[in-house]
């Protein structure tokens, strides 16, 4: 190995270290928190080793399984957690790196390589993607190894070895289809690449179309099992539909949004990019100005020298990667590109090393002293400067202004983090109830069940304004700022808790604090009950709420899973233009199968709906026998309600099917009780 091969090796492996600390420094820091399909990504590879497999993932809107699975085999080695998400991440563009590095290097040579190299080593964008405990870094590594085995098939001159790389080439963009959406319109990048060869390269076209088919064929036999299950689910695809809704407006004639979404991320690489903070900073490009020159430059190019096959693939790959972020919405825009990344720093590094090719023919071209070995040093000496400035720019930018960003803190939910931690170092093991704006399943509770390492505590998620769980025994209570309790249910804990911590962050941040409570929930219970009115109607359907009809007393068993304890009523004599507190007082005999809503109606004499509310603010996913709970409602009543006795029917009905749950008491189908309230006539001015 001569002075310069070592040199080469060393500047990689250099620059891949660097690539490294860099993507692995601060992980579980930065991004500060998760997002809600990080935490989905999280539960979903911890399901996976408890036997759950899946060809296709249905939590966060649908998603591609291979990222959950190769999460999955991190866990083993780590165990679960953010650093062990993220770091399957940081695996997955180490990857990225390692074969745009050789692809380049095959191309373009090790100069090209180095460069190449050195780019996605200082970039943000690649750095950014790098860090998400997302499935889109999957994508890119997949691409690049499909191009480079393609690559090599092209370049071979022996037939068992070029089918070899042709039936790599497939495996590799078929296991595509398996990571990310924005996969699947890469093969006809192949196909396209055809069409191309018809009008350069005849020649070359009659060598390789039928190994080029076999790649896509391939490539959509790997495919194939995800797309039939699909077909059988399309309800499970809930992020096409969304994302798509200027491709349909096109179909119909209206070009407009479809327009409008191009010219919003055209200018994404080099001028302004997604507009949101969540997974990059505001509008700010995708490429520093170093890049941007160097990726302008270097598709300049490759569109002067078409003749060339390895430039027609790089503009249809650097085309076919961009437009998933073309026909969607702005937002997002550098994640949706992700499938451009590999061929936009290829391109990066392509124009760096052209513009060292220009020094050195403008060397031999003068050979004067100046135009001599100073001009190649200076060149050299400026690139260096630009990647390293590029290098602080992008760490700077990425660590401080987005990682510390009040915008990014609130998106990832860092509270739910610090609060996680917090009860890892906690050694109580009492029941814990948690306040959230976000108490469904797929939500807060994932992001907790990522961060909390133990096992052994009892946790309950409510929305603190309209519900709260009342365990047995002492308990933790731990309200964020902005679901804290509505005075109607502290009204019944002022007695019964003592303040504990305070975990305070930020004053912008949403929320603030978290404040946590020792709580005596058996006795705040109790004393809730006993004070509760007991006394409902059977109301075997909505249009008969006569009072005449057979009087109850709780509990009220709905279909052995929940019964009704009680009920209070704040006001319990209202007026027309107020709002009526109603709280109801539940106790769980039996999980649910389907997932529930509660439902209250106001109904006048006649029967008719006056006014209503349906939700659930303790959510039935997490219920569990001997549970117990309250939901409040706050009803506005009508400004020109008359006075006089109405009911209000209360009940449960499944989400899915919208079934009511039926109540157990009296002959008959009933599905429903009613509680009396009665209305005063309206206050009149003197």
Not at 98 to 112: F, K, S
Not at 292 to 317: E, N, Q, V
Not at 419 to 434: M, Q
């Amino acid at each position: 190995m001569n002075i310069q091969t070592k040199l080469w090796w060393s500047s990689i492996t250099l620059l891949l270290l660097v690539a490294c600390a860099l993507r692995v420094g601060g992980l579980e820091n930065i991004p500060p928190g998760l997002t809600h399909d990080e935490a989905s990504n999280g539960h979903d590879s911890a399901a996976i080793l408890r036997g759950i497999h899946r060809i296709y993932f249905p939590v966060g809107y649908g998603h591609e399984p291979l990222y959950n699975y190769s999460v999955a085999v991190t866990t083993l080695f780590l165990g679960q957690g953010i650093f062990t998400l993220r770091m399957t991440s940081v695996g997955w563009s180490l990857c990225t790196w390692v074969l745009t590095v050789a692809l380049a290097r095959r191309w373009w040579g090790r100069r090209a390589a180095l460069l190449t190299g050195a780019a996605l080593t200082v970039g943000f964008w690649p750095l950014m993607m790098a860090r998400l405990g997302l499935r889109a870094p999957t994508l890119p590594p997949l691409l690049v190894a499909s191009a480079l085995a393609y690559d090599h098939a092209l370049a071979s001159t022996k037939q068992s070895r070029d089918w070899l790389c042709y039936l790599l080439s497939g495996l590799s963009l078929g296991a595509g289809f398996y990571t990310y959406m924005a996969s699947r319109g890469m093969p006809l990048l192949y196909l396209i690449f055809l069409i191309a060869l018809a009008i350069t390269d005849r020649h070359k076209l009659r060598q390789i179309w039928t190994g080029t088919l076999a790649v896509v064929g391939i490539a959509g036999l790997v495919g194939l099992p995800l797309f039939l299950y699909l077909n059988a689910h399309p309800d499970l695809e809930q992020r096409i539909q969304q994302l798509g809704s200027a491709l349909t407006a096109a179909q119909s004639g209206n070009f407009r949004p479809l327009w409008q979404n191009i010219t919003d991320s055209l200018p994404m690489l080099v001028w302004k990019a997604d507009p949101r903070w969540l997974y990059h900073i505001s509008e700010r490009p995708a490429l520093e100005a170093f890049l941007a020159f160097a990726f302008l430059t270097g598709g300049l190019t490759a569109l002067s020298k078409l003749k060339d096959r390895r430039h027609i693939f790089i503009l249809l790959w650097l085309g076919g990667g961009l437009a998933p972020a073309l026909l969607t919405t702005v937002e997002y825009n550098t994640l949706h590109a992700i499938a451009a990344l590999p061929a936009v720093f290829l391109l990066v590094g392509l124009g760096l090393d052209t513009l060292w090719q220009k020094i050195a023919c403008f060397q031999k071209k003068y050979k004067t002293r100046f135009a001599g070995p100073y001009l190649k040093t200076g060149l050299a000496i400026l690139l260096s400067l630009g990647f390293i400035l590029t290098g602080i720019e992008s760490a700077r930018a990425y660590f401080v202004t987005w990682g510390q960003n009040r915008d990014v803190r609130v998106s990832y939910h860092h509270h739910v983090v610090a609060l996680g931690r917090y009860l890892d170092s906690h050694p109580a093991r009492t029941p814990v109830v948690i306040t959230s704006l976000y108490p469904g399943e797929f939500h807060d509770p994932y992001t907790m069940e990522v961060t909390l390492r133990r096992d052994d505590l009892s946790l309950r998620w409510v929305n603190g304004h309209n519900a709260l769980f009342f365990p047995r025994g002492d308990a933790r209570l731990y309200t964020e700022t902005q679901s804290a309790l509505a005075p109607s249910l502290s009204a019944h804990l002022a007695q019964h808790i003592t303040p504990d911590v305070t975990l305070s962050f930020q004053p912008d941040d949403l929320p603030p604090a978290i404040h946590g409570y020792r709580w005596d929930a058996e006795a705040a219970w109790s004393n809730m009950i006993a004070s509760a009115m007991k006394e409902v109607f059977l109301g075997p359907g909505d249009t008969q709420p006569s009072p005449h009809n057979a009087k109850l007393t709780c509990p009220i068993n709905y279909e052995d899973i929940v019964s009704l304890a009680g009920y209070e009523i704040i006001p319990p004599i209202a007026a027309p233009n107020t709002t009526v507190d109603i709280l109801t007082a539940w106790e769980v005999q039996t999980p649910p199968g389907e997932e529930l809503v509660l439902f209250i109606h106001m109904l006048d004499e006649a029967g008719t709906l006056v006014t209503q509310q349906d939700q659930l603010d303790a959510p039935s996913w997490q219920w569990q026998t001997g549970d117990r709970f309250v939901q409040t409602y706050h009803l506005a009543l009508p400004p020109d309600l008359a006075p006089g006795t109405y009911r209000l029917a209360v009940g449960f009905y499944t989400r899915p099917g919208v079934q009511r749950l039926q109540v157990k008491a009296g002959p008959g189908i009933v599905d429903h009780v009613l509680l009396p309230l009665d209305i005063q006539a309206k206050e009149t001015s003197p």
